[in-house]
């Protein structure tokens, strides 16, 4: 089945640029998202970049994909102390819109 | 704020009682989705609602009963749930579930304990 993995945690300083790394196995994904969870809360949707596209720009947000090594990244200009969260990526499976996650990134900003 | 509303926040009950999770949204979202979520783990899918009908089980056990009153409503109803079902559960919706680029939106969750 579909598989997707993601590096564990990710400490940088404020201000700085945050990337988080995703890698997916499922040559035929359409779409790929990230969603970003606070402490004690849901799952917000942040972004999510269509297959065909190498790049998205959103803000402070670029997702970045690599479709020949199916890889994909979210970088996060000048990290801010409330980008500390889980960051989840995660694929999407035609059949009944299933989502499969990564199992989540905690990304820790020092002030 | 999210759009995905649930009730309660937090419930703690036993594991012999009765009780409901409700999530409601006014998108106009046809396709809604329980998902459970256990301490820094992601979302594993429950069940999915498409037009008011369910559409996956994911071998959920018969103590989750789901149910859709109608598009805008999707209520989980537990039944002498474990200990090990204590997590946070969560709503979704999207459009509809019939592929192509339909991004789930979230609510932020019942955080159910059970004693």
């Known amino acids: 089945g579909e598989d997707v993995e993601q590096s564990l945690f990710l400490s940088v300083r404020e201000g700085d640029s945050s990337v988080i790394n995703c890698t997916y196995t499922?040559?035929?994904?359409?779409?790929l998202y990230w969603y970003k969870q606070e402490p004690g809360a849901g799952l917000q949707l942040l972004t999510y970049i269509f297959s065909n596209m190498d790049m998205k720009q959103d803000q402070r947000l670029t997702v970045l994909l690599n479709k020949k090594d199916k890889h994909l990244s979210l970088r996060i200009a000048d990290t801010q102390t409330g980008d500390s969260a889980i960051y989840f990526c995660?694929?999407?499976?035609?059949?009944?819109?299933?989502?499969?996650f990564g199992a989540g990134t905690i990304l820790r900003v020092k002030s | 704020d999210t759009e995905v509303t649930q009730t309660p926040k937090h419930l703690v009950m036993g594991m012999t009682n009765k009780k409901s999770l409700k999530c409601e949204q006014h998108m106009g979202h046809r396709a809604m989705y329980w998902y459970k979520q256990k301490a820094k783990k992601p979302p594993e899918l429950m069940f999915v609602?498409?037009?008011?009908?369910?559409?996956i089980n994911e071998s959920v056990p018969s103590r989750f009963s789901p149910e859709c009153p109608n598009s805008s409503l999707l209520n989980l109803h537990l039944h002498a749930l474990q200990p090990e079902d204590s997590a946070l559960y969560l709503c979704?919706?999207?459009?509809?579930?019939?592929?192509?680029?339909?991004?789930?939106?979230f609510g932020d969750g019942t955080r159910l304990s059970i004693l």
């Open positions: 609602y498409s037009y008011e009908k369910l559409s």
């Open positions: 995660a694929d999407i499976m035609e059949y009944g819109n299933k989502l499969v």
């Open positions: 499922d040559s035929s994904s359409t779409y």
């Open positions: 979704a919706s999207s459009q509809d579930s019939t592929g192509r680029n339909q991004p789930q939106h």
